[in-house]
Structures are given as structure tokens and as C-alpha cells.
């Protein structure tokens, strides 16, 4: 997720996205934001009246954005999308950043439900719209790829519960293999799905 | 995930597990649990002297069990077991759960991951064991039921990071649909890796 060269406002959004999917919502400071946005201290309450919150809601819709755009570009990419190409493709930015940077950062989408579903509903509702916003680009992009429209929705959830479960073990064993046994294994599933192959 | 009748150590692990899949780690305080599990005061100390990173770490390791003998039960309980219907009934666990008692509660193991994963290693590596735990015992089952034992290994990684993601994504959502999607868009893969179908 690369930095944007902008605001304080966005820089803060962007780094409350950077610091959640290290550790989590709960232990995300609005201090550590200020710090790592490189912003001015009174700047929170100007341009965030309602805290973190706020702060929090906007990272996560930044992150369904971002993930969106970037389903856009993968596809724009590719000179013969397939399913498969595609899926592989989202991993492998994972994959990535974790043998460049090492395995520090997860999903700020998964960060957010796993600490404020329960607790904080206007962040669960952000979750929610930015998990639809990651799919209707995908499930738009399967079209696309000759995957029958009724199918798209179902295979686009498939394909972003199972990145993000990957994620959750390639964390945890700090090892790349869920990342790369995921593609590897549902690959075939997703591209038996495409009407009439391109010869 | 049924309450132990046990003493106050038990308790606490089971207390420690049940809060920490509601809130995340970070925001489940050690009173918390004491009050949660109905404990003595002083039993924290007594019990876990290293406190709440220790609690943690056994809630993870029971969770780990828990899903362990919970793969062997499902297997054992059904009279022609397939890939499909193992992973059918391991989501069903969570569709039960949420139907009656909502959605407020995700999977522990996910929770220890994105909270900790990165500050604190004996955390991150109780999580890793505890993925081990649960896998082996599920690529064991999928052998019984026919996977031929090089496969078993993926498809038990793929089966658990689907369902830790579907988990995520139905929480966000308020909503079942992600885990009877991806129970049944999975199920065929699954199936069709079965060796020799028994009649």
C-alpha cells in the first residue's frame, strides 16, 4: 500500500490503515497516527471532530478503495485474465510485501471487524460497505473474464474470504505457503467457472 | 464453544478465549477475564504469573485443541464422510452459533493473530502451533475419507483459511451468506479429490 504524497488529512488516514494492520484497532493510538502521519498535533480534531472513530472509518473505507482500484489495474494488466490469473495476482502483492518487508502488516478490513465488529457498529457498518466495495469491482472483473454473472458474487467472496484467512495463517506461521497453497488449490475451482475459453 | 466445568484455571483459559474473540486481544483486560470466569482475585497471579501473555497463549492452545477434537468428533459422526461434508459441518459449527446468538463473536485464533502477530512473538507462535493443531487431525481426516495424503495438507490449509475469512466477512456483513457460499462453492473441489468414491 503505497504512500500518498497529500494532506494531513489523508496522510492521517493512511497511516490509522498502516498502524491498524500491524496491531490491530485496539492498540492503535490516535497519538501513534499523529506521529506517523507526520501531521500537526491539533490537526485531529479539525479535521476529525469525532476521534478515532472517524479516523478508523475512514481508513477502512480508504482500504475497500484501495483494494477496489487496485482489482481495476490487476485486470487493465493482464493481456489474457483468467480467474486464476486473477486471484494469484491479489496474493501476490501480499506475497510481496511479506518477502520485502517481512510479515508485520495484515488486512486493515480484517483488523477492524475482528476488533470493533462487536463493539463499535458504525466501524462494523465501514467494514461491511468496504467488503462490498472490494467486490463488486471483482465480481465485475470475473464478468469480464467470461465467469456466468450469476456466479461472479459467490466466487468473488470465495476468492477474498480465502485471501484473507491465508493472511491470517501466513501471519501466524510467518511462512509464505498458505499464500501460495491457496492459489495453487483453488485455481482450477475458479477457472472451471469461465463460459468459453479465449483460444 | 461450550463452557468446561472446571476449576478457576480452566476457567480463566476458557474466559481469556470467549472475550478475546468478541474484542480482540488488546482490548480484553486481565479484570475482565477474573470477572468473566467468576475467579478468585488473587488466582491471576497464582495461575498465570506471567499474566495476561500467558493467558493468552493458553487460550490459543485450547482454541487449537478445541477445533482439534471438534475435526475427529464431526468425522466420527458421520456414517459416509466426504471433503464436502466435513468442511460443510465445520462451518455449520459457526452458522449455529450466529443464527443463535448473533454475530458477535469471531475466532480466536484470528484475534490472537491480527492483535499480536506482530508485537508479541510467544503469541504469534502459540497462534502458529495452534493452526498446526487444528490441520492435522483435519488433513488426518481427509485421508480416512479418501484424499490421497499429498493433497491433504493443502486442502486442509485451504479448507481453514476459507472458513477463518468467511468468518470475518459474515461478522462485517451481519450475515450468513458468506459461509454458506463459500461451503458451497468449495464443496466440489474438495470432493473432487477424493481418490475412489465409496458406493
Redesign the interface.
Known sequence: MAAPRRGPRERMIYSTAQLMR??????TGVRDIVAHANAPRGSVRHYFPDGKEQLVNEAVAWAGNFAASRIERLVAGMSRPTPSKLFAAMVQQWIDEYRTQG????CP???A???C???TDSI?AA??QA??TWRGPLAQALIHIGVPARKTG??A??M???????L??A????DM??LT??V???G??LDSHVRSRQG
Open positions: 500491524r496491531e490491530g484497532v485496539s492498540s510479515f508485520g502488516a495484515g478490513l480484517a483488523a471487524t475482528i476488533d465488529a462487536e463493539t462494523r467494514t461491511s467488503f462490498s459467490s466466487l467472496t470465495l477474498i474470504s480465502t485471501l484473507e484467512g491465508a491470517i495463517l501471519r501466524a506461521e510467518q505457503r498458505p497453497t491457496v495453487r488449490e483453488l482450477p475451482l
